[in-house]
């Protein structure tokens, strides 16, 4: 671990210099991609120069232990370096877990109601809301990029943006299918009825980052049939786009102009051919341990809502909370805190094996 530390410092140093070279400078790109090298290498760095202050602090301390005069001294100097010593040693083998490339993108996110019918769009519906009260919380900005509602007020489903600091990396552990268990408005005899949601978060990309052949793209029109006054069913600027090669297809209808909804469309293809990519790779990984916590298989039932007991179970880690209310009015960051911690422990388990 220590050589490793080594060399992270060493790579600092050199980055430190090169930031400040005003040749590298005036090269914009080249310059931005060091300082973001640089600053996440910082914490790790800060942390080690800590460690070293406090194992010579402890050298320090053991040779004055010769000293009548100082000796009382020293020992309590011993005494705190070696208490603080292995605390900083784990914090550094926290840091140096491999970071999620992705972790500072933004996100599209997608809600499709699964079995249940009515009830499940309406479920769908409140999954969307209490994503948007997070967004709310975080100061995120929240863009809708195509729904499908239905009359009662649900959703078949939705599909919106998310942007803004550290998203993906609070967000990425919703994917998957989330039960409910409640007594639905429609049913006169009270019974609990079990529906799903399907959720799949997946990180906003960049031309560069997935190359897409423009002859591989099927684009076609239609007219929008969301809100948005006369506007609706006037004009074709709903855009529909069709990835030939593998058959996915991204819509956007929300916007006016189908300039904008083409944009967002291509936003969402991206994302998702992104997203089987990722997939694709991290199942070539299989050597290594990976996260049962940060799969994200879609078809996996990670959570339960169940209204009569006012509690929201994640299947993952094992953990309940018993304010529905409060969690479904966006106030997840417990829950989330948990599964980042379980994440964690689970890729630093696999860096030790």
Not at 233 to 243: D, E, M, Q
Not at 290 to 307: A, H, L, M, P, W
Request: proline share 3%; glycine share 6%; net charge negative.
């Amino acid at each position: 671990m220590f050589d490793k530390l080594e060399t992270v410092e060493k790579r600092y140093n050199e980055l430190t210099t090169q930031i400040s070279d005003p040749e590298v400078i005036a090269q914009t790109s080249q310059w931005q991609k060091l300082m973001k090298e640089h600053a996440d290498m910082m914490p790790i760095v800060e942390k080690y120069r800590e460690y070293k202050k406090a194992k010579q602090s402890f050298e320090e301390a053991k040779e004055m232990l010769n000293d009548p005069e100082l000796k009382e001294l020293a020992e309590i100097e011993m005494q705190e370096a070696r208490e603080k010593m292995p605390q900083i040693e784990e914090e550094l083998k926290l840091l140096l877990i491999p970071k999620d490339p992705d972790d500072d993108k933004n996100i599209i996110c997608e809600i499709r109601a699964g079995a249940g019918g009515e009830e499940a769009a309406l479920f769908a519906g409140t999954l969307y809301r209490m994503y948007t009260m997070y967004a709310e919380r975080k100061h995120w900005k929240l863009e809708i990029l195509n729904e499908n509602e239905t009359g009662l007020g649900g959703y078949k489903e939705i599909s919106f943006m998310i942007t803004g600091k550290g998203v993906y990396s609070r967000l990425k552990f919703e994917s998957g299918v989330h039960r409910v268990q409640r007594v639905p408005d429609t049913e006169s005899s009270g019974r609990i009825h079990t529906s799903t949601a399907t959720v799949a978060v997946l990180p906003v990309v960049e031309d560069v980052e997935i190359e897409i052949n423009p002859a591989d793209i099927k684009m076609e029109v239609f007219r929008a049939s969301g809100a948005g006054g006369q506007h609706v069913n006037k004009t074709s600027s709903a855009v529909r786009l069709i990835h030939v090669p593998t058959g996915i297809v991204a819509e956007c209808q929300t916007e006016r102009s189908q300039t904008q909804n083409r944009e967002y469309a291509m936003k969402l293809l991206r994302s998702r051919l992104y997203e089987i990519e990722k997939e694709k790779r991290d199942s070539e990984l299989a050597s290594e341990r990976r996260s049962q916590v940060g799969s994200g298989d879609r078809s996996e039932k990670i959570r339960t809502y169940n209204y009569p007991q006012g509690r929201i179970t994640d299947h993952r880690i094992g953990m309940s909370i018993f304010q529905i209310e409060d969690f479904l009015n966006g106030d997840i960051d417990e829950m989330i805190d948990n599964l980042i911690a379980a994440d964690r422990a689970e890729r630093l388990k696999g860096e030790e094996e």
